[in-house]
């Protein structure tokens, strides 16, 4: 079965620090998406991303983010000086309006 | 407004017994989704119902959408201890951009064997 593969699994930043987070989508996908779910919270959406450029954006998606497919394989989101309420779990995820989507494990994001 | 909201919030059942678990929406959708959630991991995609279905079954799975009612259920029939998980209905809104899903907060189920 395919996965969405997410790195790191765990990341601790001090405050202040750019963080970035890395997804490997299935091969064959043309759609990407970040989420992010804070402890206890809902699974909220990020931004969208399709033929290198991003789709649709939520309003937490401010200028402190940013996606990039630097490469053939990975999908980047980086984090520029991150603030303690940006600890969470961030899931990437790929596929398609009416398949369904494949979700990465999540890299857990912890500011201090 | 809140949108994809589960209930109960939590279920602890028998292992054999089924789960039933609703979700409640209020606006139109493309498609609905239903995701399961071990603690502290991913999301795994479980089953996706268009708007114009009414069921769909998956192994012991079924899925219902009633769009007049702005509901949906899912029914785990036979459960086991490996079904404990948190899940989750996810929609897909009618005229949104791909992948902008909304999550409810989940209904989490304890099966106990």
């Known amino acids: 079965e395919p996965e969405v593969t997410q790195t790191p699994s765990h990341q601790v930043t001090q405050m202040g620090q750019e963080v970035i987070l890395r997804c490997v989508p299935i091969s064959n996908h043309l759609y990407f998406y970040w989420y992010r779910q804070i402890l206890g919270q809902k699974v909220e959406f990020l931004v969208s991303f399709y033929n290198n450029e991003i789709s649709e954006k939520s309003e937490i998606f401010d200028d402190q983010f940013s996606v990039e497919r630097p490469d053939g394989s990975n999908f980047t989101l980086k984090i520029r000086s991150t603030k303690l309420e940006d600890s969470a779990m961030y899931f990437c995820a790929s596929g398609q309006r009416n398949y369904g989507y494949t979700f990465g494990s999540g890299t857990r994001l912890t500011v201090v | 407004s809140q949108q994809g909201e589960e209930d109960p919030q939590a279920l602890s059942i028998q292992e054999g017994e089924n789960a039933t678990m609703n979700c409640s929406y209020k606006?139109?959708?493309?498609?609905l989704q239903w995701y399961r959630q071990n603690s502290g991991r991913g999301l795994v995609h479980l089953i996706l119902i268009r708007s114009n279905e009414r069921e769909k079954h998956s192994g012991r799975l079924r899925v219902t959408l009633d769009t007049s009612k702005k509901s949906s259920s899912l029914l785990i029939t036979a459960s086991r201890a490996a079904d404990t998980a948190s899940y989750f209905c996810a929609t897909d809104g009618y005229g949104g951009s791909q992948g902008n899903l909304i999550f409810g907060k989940g209904t989490k189920l304890s099966v106990k064997p």
């Open positions: 606006t139109s959708i493309n498609n």
